[in-house]
């Protein structure tokens, strides 16, 4: 029940196109959704979150859509570039705390010049 | 810049030959966290300190230990390192003011490997 599940595991996208991953989980519990935005050899730093009052958050380019019925919330990656090939962590946390955090297993994103 | 400082960013060690990872931070957060990241894989907490409270995740192998002798340094020791442990080990911080909005820092990890 304190799972988070991801998908897809690995995205390729060309340039200027919409990158979409997405993620479910079981724990009504859940009232907090980070993604986590992680570069190689880098650790994951926060890209965007979301709170579950509300059904869709964007920063630039980026875009939370939150599905509380369904339990399903996705990042959507608007005119994608090369430079956020990355890999995409999507979690839930309970409370809004760090300490009761659960990752997606992650997604591993190309955007294609 | 305040941030969480990782070292070294690679490590050699043999088989059970004991091993220390070391982190700072300039953040001053109350909450610092060790995470293992193995290739391709989501971090998987190890355990955690509020403050000076200690809380070990109930999977994490005895073999994994750690002291936070300040509110800026923490430390990963790796008792009897195995195969199995080569990874890349994240140090993460955080600052709990209970708005239900904790965002984790992470330094740049340390690479592990184990020959």
């Known amino acids: 029940q304190q799972q988070v599940k991801q998908s897809p595991q690995s995205l390729i996208v060309q340039k200027g196109g919409i990158s979409i991953i997405n993620c479910a989980y079981e724990?009504?519990?859940?009232?907090?959704f980070p993604w986590y935005q992680q570069f190689p050899g880098k650790g994951p730093a926060l890209l965007i979150a979301i709170r579950p009052d509300v059904s869709e958050k964007k920063e630039g380019r980026f875009t939370i859509s939150f599905n509380k019925s369904a339990k399903q919330f996705s990042l959507h990656i608007m005119d994608s570039q090369p430079g956020d090939s990355a890999t995409y962590f999507c979690a839930a946390s309970l409370s809004g705390s760090a300490r009761q955090l659960t990752f997606g297993s992650g997604t591993q994103l190309t955007v294609l010049p | 810049d305040a941030m969480v400082i990782q070292n070294p960013r690679y490590q050699v060690t043999q088989f059970g030959k004991p091993v220390t990872l070391s982190c700072s931070q300039t953040?001053?957060?109350?909450?610092m966290y060790w995470y293992q990241q193995k290739s391709s894989q989501a971090p998987k907490l190890l355990f955690h300190?509020?403050?000076?409270?200690?809380?070990n995740e109930a999977d994490t192998p005895d073999n994994f230990q750690s002291r936070r002798p300040n509110t800026s340094f923490c430390f990963l020791d790796i008792r009897s390192p195995g195969l199995g442990d080569a990874a890349m080990y994240l140090c993460?911080?955080?600052?709990?003011?209970?708005?239900?909005?904790?965002?984790?820092?992470f330094g740049s990890g340390t690479q592990l490997s184990v020959l």
């Open positions: 724990n009504t519990a859940f009232d907090y």
């Open positions: 953040l001053n957060h109350n909450v």
């Open positions: 993460a911080t955080s600052r709990d003011e209970g708005t239900g909005l904790e965002k984790l820092f």
């Open positions: 300190y509020y403050d000076k409270d200690f809380n």
